[in-house]
C-alpha cells in the first residue's frame, strides 16, 4: 500500500463528502432548519461529547450499545461521543430548559458517531436533522410531529412521500391481558411477521396478534379490520388514541399517505407511545422516524414528549438536486466593486490570482461556465 493511499484510507462507515455533495447536504440541513423554525421550533446545539453517565441517562440508556467511549484527560473520566441527538436534547429540556414555558419546542441538526452500522445503514457517523416537541400529552402534538415533517420534505420537493404508523404498546396490552405460551419466540416471530408461528407462540393471544398483523397496510384498510376486533381495554384505548391521531392528520394533509404496522417495535428503544417512520418513493431506506416518548431526567422525569428525526444522508437520494450554479471566473485584476455585483445577483465568482495568458483556458480549467469581459459576463463554451 502507498503513502498515498494509506492517507485516503478512513475507518469502515465513515467517509469524506466531497463537492459539489457537501453543499448541497448543507443546503437540505438549511430548509429543514427553516421549515422547523416556522413551525416555532428554537435551535438548541449540545455538544458532540458529554460525560458517559450523562449522555447515558434516562431514556439515553437505551442507546448504551451503540456510543463510543473514550478517556477525558483533563476529567479523567469516560466521554462518550453522541449516536443519537434526541436524548441531549431531552437532557437540555429536563435541565437547563426546565422551568421554560411549556409545551418548549426545540429542533438540532448535527453529526452522530455510532460504533457499528447496519446492513441498511452501513455508514457509522451520519448527519441528523429534527425537532422535538416537549410538554404537550394531546394527541394533537402526535399529529403536529407527522404533519411538521410532512411539510419540511415537500418543501425540499421529495415526492411520494408516507407516513408508516405503529405502537410499540399495543402488542404488550394485549399480552398483559393473554400471556403468551413462548414469549421469546412470539418477540421474533412478530419482527419476522410469521404468522404460523405468532398463532403458535401467542398462547391464547395468538389469534389476535394473528389477526393484527393480517390488518398492517393502508390505514383506512386497517382502521377497517381492527374495528372488528375485540382488543383488551388498554389495548383498545392505545389503538383509539393512535387513530385519532391518524385522523387529524388525515384531515389536515388529504394526499398524504398514512400506512399502519400493528406489531413493529424494532428502533423504537425508548418510545411509549405512537410511534411513525418515514419513507419516499425512490427509496428503499428509511428517511427517519419518530414518536411519542417520556423525559426520564433531572425534576421532569416522565415528562411527555414527542418529536422526529431525519436522516439527512437518505434523504439525500430523493430530494431533487438544484440546478447547477453559474460560475463566473474574474481574471487577475478585476475589481472587487465588479465581483461584488455580480455575487449579489446570485452568482459565485472565482477570482484569478495570476496573471495568465489566456483567461478563457483558466476559466475552463477551473470549471467555470462564464468569464468576466468588462463588468459583462460571457457565456464559455463547453471544453471539448
Not at 414555558?101 to 429542533?107: F, G, I, N, V
Not at 402526535?142 to 405502537?167: K, N, P
Not at 437520494?317 to 455575487?343: D, K, N, Y
Request: glycine share 10%; net charge neutral.
Amino acid at each position: 500500500m502507498s503513502d498515498a493511499t494509506s492517507r485516503t484510507l478512513l475507518p469502515e462507515g465513515l467517509r469524506d463528502v466531497l463537492p459539489p455533495d457537501a453543499g448541497f447536504e448543507s443546503a437540505v440541513v438549511d430548509q429543514l432548519k427553516k421549515s422547523f423554525g416556522a413551525n416555532g421550533y428554537a435551535l438548541v446545539k449540545p455538544p458532540l461529547v458529554e460525560f458517559e453517565e450523562t449522555l447515558l441517562a434516562g431514556m439515553g440508556a437505551a442507546l448504551s450499545h451503540r456510543i463510543f467511549r473514550m478517556l477525558d484527560p483533563v476529567a479523567h473520566r469516560t466521554l462518550g461521543v453522541r449516536a443519537d441527538m434526541t436524548t441531549q436534547i431531552a437532557r437540555i429540556a429536563a435541565t437547563r430548559l426546565a422551568g421554560a414555558p411549556r409545551p418548549l419546542r426545540l429542533m438540532y441538526a448535527g453529526q452522530v458517531l455510532r460504533v457499528k452500522g447496519t446492513q441498511l445503514e452501513p455508514e457509522r457517523q451520519f448527519s441528523q436533522a429534527g425537532f422535538e416537541l416537549i410538554g404537550a400529552e394531546a394527541g394533537a402534538a402526535d399529529a403536529e410531529a407527522i404533519l411538521v415533517v410532512a411539510e419540511a420534505l415537500q418543501a425540499l420537493g421529495v415526492e411520494g412521500v408516507s407516513i408508516d404508523l405503529s405502537l410499540p404498546t399495543l402488542v404488550p396490552a394485549i399480552l398483559a391481558a393473554n400471556p403468551a405460551t413462548h414469549p421469546e419466540r412470539l418477540r421474533a416471530a412478530l419482527d419476522h411477521k410469521d404468522v404460523a408461528e405468532i398463532k403458535v407462540a401467542g398462547g391464547a393471544a395468538g389469534s389476535l396478534l394473528t389477526a393484527l398483523v393480517e390488518a398492517s397496510g393502508p390505514f383506512s384498510d386497517a382502521q377497517k379490520r381492527i374495528a372488528k376486533l375485540t382488543l383488551p381495554a388498554a389495548a383498545k384505548a392505545a389503538w383509539q388514541a393512535l387513530a385519532q391521531v391518524a385522523e387529524a392528520v388525515q384531515a389536515a394533509a388529504p394526499t398524504l399517505a398514512l400506512t399502519f404496522d400493528a406489531v413493529e417495535n424494532r428502533g423504537f428503544e425508548y418510545h411509549t407511545g405512537i410511534t411513525f417512520s418515514v419513507f419516499a418513493r425512490g427509496s428503499q431506506r428509511e428517511l427517519g422516524r419518530g414518536g411519542r416518548y417520556a423525559l426520564a431526567q433531572g425534576n421532569n422525569g416522565g415528562e411527555p414528549a414527542t418529536g422526529a428525526t431525519l436522516l439527512v444522508d437518505a434523504l439525500l437520494a430523493v430530494v431533487p438536486r438544484p440546478a447547477a450554479t453559474w460560475t463566473l471566473f474574474a481574471p487577475f485584476g478585476t475589481p472587487r466593486s465588479v465581483v461584488a455585483s455580480w455575487q449579489v445577483k446570485g452568482w459565485r465568482v472565482v477570482a484569478g490570482l495570476a496573471k495568465v495568458g489566456d483567461d478563457t483556458a483558466e476559466a475552463q480549467r477551473l470549471g467555470c461556465s462564464h468569464l468576466i469581459v468588462g463588468e459583462a459576463a460571457k457565456e464559455i463554451s463547453a471544453k471539448k
